[in-house]
């Protein structure tokens, strides 16, 4: 079954990336725009490799979510300035955890000259080069009105920017009306249709909501961290009350994307060393709302009810429907208990760690309470040992990734003195 149609993977990381910071994607969707009309005119790619490419060339700034998150409201800034190492962790973000790996490049690419360019063994380089000028083009554009005049940069072509690819923009610019449609808006709904071609695997889908559980790390790992441990408790939960291949499938994306919310919410909240206020909780609160805008018409409703409901208690207690135990499916069930465990097992900025002893004291206690279910948690504690023994060695990998990229972009900035 499809829980989520190919589009709408897009549109979803998309939007998620927008929480946590709106301009490199608006800066993105542009861009990407841009690119696919000169590549249409160009007639080497099908619509849906073109689809792809609209994908990365949206998300081509993604590394700057990591890399230049002070300056993140200074586009023009990082682009001109400060352009590779954003493009570097950009790369390796897409290498290692997205499923398009062979475009990943062009990320790391499209700040490069086009005379060394040239001189680079990449089947997508073009690709690359059209994502500068495009880059560059929305840029200037943005950031002087009136004053801009496209061909100032035809004293670029063939040193900095590809002559051919600024000869193929200007055709697009002019029969397209490119300026034009993006200062109406109407870009969106052209941008919007592209990706209709969109092709994924049910594989590809879950690596990229993967990829955008990964995106938490860009406000905290900590967040990547609970994300994994959430997902394993539903998983090995699923597995010990034998629940059906499809709820077992619906568990799953709804563990994935429970949390997508807490994105808009402030750091300095969700990291605060002590006790809430009553105005900090209400916003706090709000996660699950914005998270419901987030999914609305993108995610199977059903996945979408199961994320939603993370935070009801069976009693009626919890939000934000105050459904309880009878309104209730069993995979929303199996979340609440573990979203519980997650935020027990897991350091928090205002405790350490709690003992086995201390969690199952909690977890039992919320059950004789009725708030959480009684045969979810017994199943729980009854295999403690075994799932927390995977939850750490899945958190271990998830550091393992963190300190790979990590490496990896250090290698690569010495190569590029970054």
Do not use: W
Request: charged share 30%; aromatic share 10%; glycine share 4%.
């Amino acid at each position: 079954m499809e829980y989520v149609k190919s589009k709408n993977i897009f549109l979803l990381m998309r939007d998620v990336l927008k929480l946590v910071h709106p301009r490199p994607m608006e800066h993105g969707s542009r861009v990407a725009y841009m690119v696919y009309l000169m590549l249409r005119e160009g007639g080497r790619y099908e619509e849906f490799e073109l689809a792809d490419m609209v994908m990365v060339a949206t998300m081509h700034d993604i590394g700057a979510y990591m890399t230049e998150k002070g300056k993140i409201n200074d586009i023009l800034r990082y682009e001109a300035k400060d352009s590779m190492g954003h493009s570097v962790y950009g790369y390796l973000f897409f290498k290692y955890l997205s499923p398009v790996k062979d475009l990943a490049k062009a990320i790391m690419y499209h700040h490069m000259d086009y005379d060394k360019l040239q001189k680079v063994d990449y089947a997508y380089k073009e690709f690359a080069a059209y994502i500068n000028i495009a880059e560059k083009m929305d840029i200037y554009s943005t950031s002087m009105g009136s004053q801009f005049d496209m061909y100032m940069f035809q004293k670029q072509a063939g040193s900095k920017l590809s002559s051919d690819g600024l000869y193929l923009f200007y055709q697009c610019a002019d029969k397209y009306h490119i300026f034009e449609k993006i200062a109406s808006g109407e870009y969106k709904k052209e941008l919007d249709d592209i990706v209709d071609y969109m092709i994924f695997s049910n594989e590809d889908k879950k690596k990229f909501l993967e990829m955008l559980m990964y995106c938490r790390g860009f406000r905290s790992r900590k967040m990547v961290v609970d994300g994994i441990t959430t997902v394993c408790v539903c998983e090995e939960l699923a597995d010990l009350l034998m629940l059906s291949q499809q709820d077992r499938e619906l568990l799953y994306y709804g563990a994935l994307l429970h949390d997508i919310g807490m994105l808009a919410i402030p750091l300095e909240i969700i990291q605060a060393p002590r006790k809430l206020t009553s105005e900090e909780m209400r916003l706090v609160r709000t996660h699950v709302q914005i998270s419901a805008k987030a999914f609305k018409d993108k995610v199977d409703i059903e996945v979408m009810n199961i994320a939603l409901s993370h935070h009801e208690r069976c009693d009626g207690s919890g939000y934000p429907r105050r459904i309880k135990d009878l309104q209730m499916t069993f995979p929303q069930r199996i979340l609440q208990v573990a979203d519980v465990v997650t935020a027990l097992v897991n350091e928090r900025s205002y405790r350490t760690l709690l003992p086995k002893e201390k969690v199952i004291g909690i977890l039992t206690e919320e059950a004789s309470r009725n708030r959480l279910k009684q045969q979810v948690v017994v199943a729980f504690v009854k295999s403690y040992d075994r799932i927390m023994q995977r939850v750490r060695a899945e958190s271990a990998e998830i550091l393992k990734m963190y300190e790979t990229l990590n490496k990896q972009y250090e290698l690569i900035s010495k190569k590029y003195k970054i």
